[in-house]
């Protein structure tokens, strides 16, 4: 069984065909970069992605957020659970962990707020 | 009135980029003016990763690309003004504008970058029948309630236009809990990035209708359901092929045009094609000493492309407002087969450094091959695996080709 | 209790208002929106007709001929935008010059001054987009344009500031006649009492009547679509362009309006509902028609389209008088073109001739009729500007970007009268959304603000009142 899978690390986009035979990774091409290849090899087993949305800032305001690395995808609802409960509290800097280890990853802001 | 050497109109990210650039270049006296309360413009909305990857390699969100200029700008010590409006900007360089504390007031400046950035097309330039409800939003429009304001537009939603924004406010308005029936799309192709089809459409399930658009919209207060059709070759609806989803809210990403009004007052030359001003290499205008970068001077799908623009824009900027002009030995550049625009317009073939032309193709060509010609001759010639109207294509000119063109450029693409 | 209650607030009803104002009444209106000018008057073409199309002897032809000559000074004295672009009515085919003269012979026998038929080479001096099949037209030199919305709204504010009251989301639902009084309920359970109803509902004249006891007023409707160009394509024309009238009616015109922009439009289709929605077929028809008409149409430049809903009676004129059955009802019914140009004379004759034969009429010595201009804000010079915001530092943030309107000018509206609730109806007072973004930027922004000073959640703040809200919640 073959799977082509467009690449979404990058605005490339590239078309990577992987062959795979038995349950394994037999050859992958078409990626551009080792960043595609390590997609692909996610991508045909446990898709990861990033997840980013916003959570609500005490006394008003959004701040935004994302995991700092990819989460299962079938995961992403989970995340968003998380997110949509927490409240964060000024000062805020960039890349502060505002919750950690929800489904693998740490979800941090993305903005500073003083 | 109060004179600076260079006046940016616009702290988005564009403007940012041209001012520390500009700085580098051993500008000190640099104004930046923002309509908004914060510098950043609108990539302080567009909360979704992604942006970076050229210039940073790494995948930042919006407001973290936005960050990282803003700190170099701070830094730096460059003077800005937020929540300022500029209302008019002249041929002879001054500038009209209005804030709260100040009032209506001018300024002059030596040299002037236009780094307004873009607005989003309405519904009502698509003359889209039916009724003019609640409910009927830009992506744009949306982005902002949903992201900044932390408010939903709708629970059940229609998306015209693949464009990327739309695409990616398909995923946003899921992940917040709506549901999103459809995205339909009138060419037969998508106008977005690939990567947003996968990771905003394809995982969530959300169906793209190409060739597909919005013959009518229903809803008395606000939107109940609206009508999509196929289109023929020549995009009108084909009979027959209606239907019908019920939904309460109808997002329109139909495409992004340069916002122009004050470049037009300054007197810039405006192309047709892009719908920005007409520019050198170096990013001048039609006006001596007013530059321009960025989505003002044609639309862009990359953040890191707009930063590497307005560096250029900085740098010229920066020469001019020290009196350093160029010589210029310029040839047009025009559009060949399969090519809807080329940028810059004029070509200065004198030009010390490199030069990268950005053009588009006017449609999807597998295996294409670019050509640069002049007189007949091939300036460069590569291949490349695909072309598509969605994403920007470049070709770098060495200063020995630029040396070595002869007359006017004209970029084409060939299946 | 009420001496008069004027139901409906479009531009016929709003004049009214304001001329009842003028005497020691107690007066008010009733409007089923949200907003006043919601229906006809807040999507027709804005024409000031000279008054050459009426056959002569009709209600038509007399009020558009007063109305005609007392828009000028009407306008300037509520500080709302008139200009007397003059009108050209096109002969496309050398067998429609002879209608032309006949078209100028009628209006000659009405009193329209300054009628001229002129060739194809003046016509094309005044008009050089004309098509070259023009053979000559009239010209009808007291033609004008005006701001159907901005006159309704400033009419009424007008008449509230000199003592009349507004309820809006009033719909009637029933009218109970007493013995010399009426009461007006409202479909939410409001009573009105009123000794005299003045019936300017528009497109519900007809059921208005019919509650007040008089079922002899017959109103149907036709439905007008257009297309609005951007202030871009400003002095793409400059006079309002007529094609010769046929039977069918006057069709399509192509006119400038007060505001720079350019508009195109009506269609004519005979509705059984009042529905606005604006239909390919008809947006198409417009097109093609406005092509036939002219060179060079910029469609491009579109930023939106729409439609009216215009009230016609059985009786293809005006029907403004006492009811025959009801006591103390008067309709006004059935205004259909040229009611907007006919107003002014409409409302001056309904209180001094309909009014008074019900009620003493004693002059309101205190009567203002002057109003300032939603709009003067922006047309102050700089230095004007800036006393202003040192006093009030909100004139200095612009929200519209594309009209360049101020939160100070935004809050205005919400404030005075006629009150500005919803987010179309800062639209209509102010343009702010009817630029070429279409509110895209600017909408959050002025639903922010209307919340904050109408003491609302943001997820309350509608587009245009009842189910119209513009969220439905927050994301979390």
């Known amino acids: 069984m073959d799977r082509e899978l467009t690449c979404v690390e990058c605005p490339m986009g590239c078309a990577i065909l992987v062959t795979i035979r038995d349950g394994e990774i037999v050859s992958i091409g078409g990626n551009n970069c080792a960043r595609g290849k390590l997609y692909a090899q996610n991508e045909v087993f446990t898709p990861k992605r990033v997840v980013t949305s916003t959570v609500k800032l005490e006394g008003g305001g959004m701040l935004p957020v994302k995991t700092d690395r990819p989460v299962d995808k079938d995961k992403i609802f989970e995340v968003m659970a998380v997110i949509n409960s927490l409240i964060v509290a000024a000062p805020v800097k960039v890349g502060e962990v505002v919750a950690s280890d929800v489904c693998g990853a740490n979800i941090i802001s993305a903005k500073e707020v003083l | ?295 003002v001077l044609h639309v862009h799908d990359l953040v890191d492309f707009v930063s590497e623009e307005a560096e250029i824009a900085g740098v010229s900027a920066s020469n001019y407002a020290m009196g350093k002009g160029a010589d210029r030995r310029v040839v047009s550049t025009t559009c060949g087969n399969n090519v809807s625009y080329v940028l810059p317009q004029m070509l200065d073939t004198n030009a010390s450094g490199m030069v990268k032309l950005y053009f588009r193709v006017n449609k999807v060509l597998p295996n294409p091959t670019i050509r640069l010609t002049s007189n007949g001759e091939d300036i460069v010639v590569k291949k490349k695996k695909i072309a598509v109207p969605g994403e920007m294509e470049s070709i770098v000119l060495t200063p020995a080709k630029l040396q070595s063109i002869s007359g006017d450029v004209v970029v084409s693409v060939e299946e | 209790m009420f001496d008069v209650i004027v139901v409906g607030g479009g531009v016929i009803g709003a004049t009214i208002l304001r001329e009842l104002t003028k005497y020691r009444l107690k007066v008010a209106m009733v409007e089923k929106e949200s907003d006043v000018a919601m229906g006809q008057s807040r999507a027709n073409s804005g024409i000031v007709h000279a008054g050459y199309d009426a056959k002569e002897g009709t209600l038509k032809a007399k009020f558009n001929l007063l109305g005609n000559l007392m828009m000028p000074a009407y306008t300037q004295e509520l500080g709302v935008k008139y200009i007397n672009n003059g009108s050209i009515v096109v002969a496309y085919s050398p067998d429609e010059i002879d209608t032309l003269y006949e078209l100028k012979s009628r209006g000659e026998k009405n009193g329209v001054e300054g009628l001229e038929v002129i060739d194809t080479e003046t016509l094309r ?201 009801v006591e103390g009802l008067i309709n006004v019914a059935g205004i259909e073109s040229p009611g907007l140009t006919s107003a002014p004379a409409i409302a001056k004759y309904v209180v001094e001739e309909l009014v008074s034969a019900l009620l003493p009429l004693v002059e309101n010595t205190d009567f203002d009729g002057r109003r300032q201009s939603d709009h003067y804000y922006s047309k102050l010079d700089n230095d004007s500007k800036n006393k202003i915001i040192a006093q009030d530092p909100r004139y200095g943030k612009i929200i519209c970007r594309c009209e360049q309107i101020t939160e100070g000018e935004i809050v205005s509206v919400i404030r005075r009268n006629p009150r500005a609730t919803t987010i179309d109806a800062v639209k209509r007072r102010l343009r702010a959304g009817m630029g070429r973004c279409q509110g895209g930027f600017c909408q959050p922004q002025v639903a922010q603000i209307l919340a904050r000073e109408l003491g609302i959640p943001l997820e309350e703040v509608t587009k245009s009142g009842k189910n119209s809200r513009l969220i439905v919640g927050k994301t979390k």
């Open chain 2, 1 to 295: 009135m109060k004179n600076y050497d260079i006046i940016i109109i616009g702290g988005g990210p564009a403007g940012l980029a041209a001012a520390i650039s500009a700085y580098d270049n051993g500008s000190r006296d640099i104004l930046i003016l923002e309509r908004e309360p914060v510098l950043g413009g609108i990539l302080n909305q567009c909360i979704h990763n992604g942006f970076g990857l050229t210039r940073f390699k790494e995948s930042l969100t919006g407001p973290e690309y936005a960050y990282r200029f803003v700190e170099e700008v701070r830094s730096r010590g460059i003077e800005y003004m937020c929540d300022t409006t500029v209302l008019e900007v002249s041929t002879d360089k001054q500038v009209t504008a209005i804030n709260s504390t100040k009032g209506v007031f001018s300024l002059s400046a030596k040299a002037i970058i236009l780094a307004m950035g873009c607005r989003e097309r309405s519904r009502g330039a698509l003359n889209i029948a039916g009724a003019r409800p609640a409910g009927i939003y830009s992506a744009g429009t949306a982005q902002k309630y949903v992201n900044i304001l932390g408010q939903m537009p709708g629970k059940r939603v229609v998306i015209l236009g693949s464009g990327d924004i739309g695409l990616i406010m398909a995923r946003r308005m899921t992940l917040e809990g709506a549901k999103v029936l459809a995205v339909c799309e009138i060419m037969p192709h998508s106008s977005g990035l690939k990567r947003n089809i996968v990771q905003c459409l394809d995982d969530y399930g959300i169906p793209l209708y190409l060739s597909h658009t919005i013959v009518k919209i229903e809803g008395k207060d606000r939107v109940s359901g609206v009508y999509i059709a196929q289109v023929d070759e020549k995009r009108r609806p084909i009979e027959g092929t209606e239907k019908y989803f019920e939904c309460d809210t109808v997002l329109f990403s139909v495409g992004l045009i340069p916002e122009n009004e004050l470049s037009k007052g300054a007197g810039v030359s405006l192309s047709p094609a892009t719908k920005g001003p007409i520019v050198y290499d170096d990013r001048e205008t039609s006006v001596s000493g007013i530059f321009a970068c960025g989505n």
């Open chain 3, 125 to 325: 001096a005044l008009e050089p987009n004309i098509s070259p099949d023009a053979c000559g037209a009239l010209l009808a030199k007291t033609g004008g344009i005006v701001c159907p919305y901005e006159l309704t709204i400033a009419s009424i504010g007008n008449a509230m500031d000199n003592g009349a009251s507004l309820y809006t989301d009033y719909e009637v639902c029933e009218i109970v006649k007493g013995v010399d009084y009426f009461i007006v309920k409202s479909i939410d359970g409001r009573e009105l009492s009123t000794k005299i109803i003045i019936n300017s509902a528009g497109i519900g004249s007809g059921d208005i009547s019919k509650m007040a006891g008089d079922d002899t007023v017959h109103i149907s409707g036709r439905k007008g679509e257009y297309i609005l160009l951007d202030r871009e394509s400003q002095g793409y024309c400059t006079h309002t362009i007529f094609k010769t009238p046929t039977s069918k009616g006057k069709g399509i015109l192509i006119s400038p309006t007060v505001d720079g922009n350019i508009l195109l439009g009506p269609t004519a289709q005979e509705v059984d509902v009042p529905d606005t929605d604006t239909t390919s077929t008809g947006l198409d028809y417009v097109k093609q028609t406005a092509d036939s008409m002219c060179v060079r149409v910029p469609h491009y430049n579109t930023i939106t389209s729409f439609a009216g809903v215009r009230a016609y009676s059985d009786t293809h004129d005006f029907v403004i008088s006492h009811s025959d059955k």
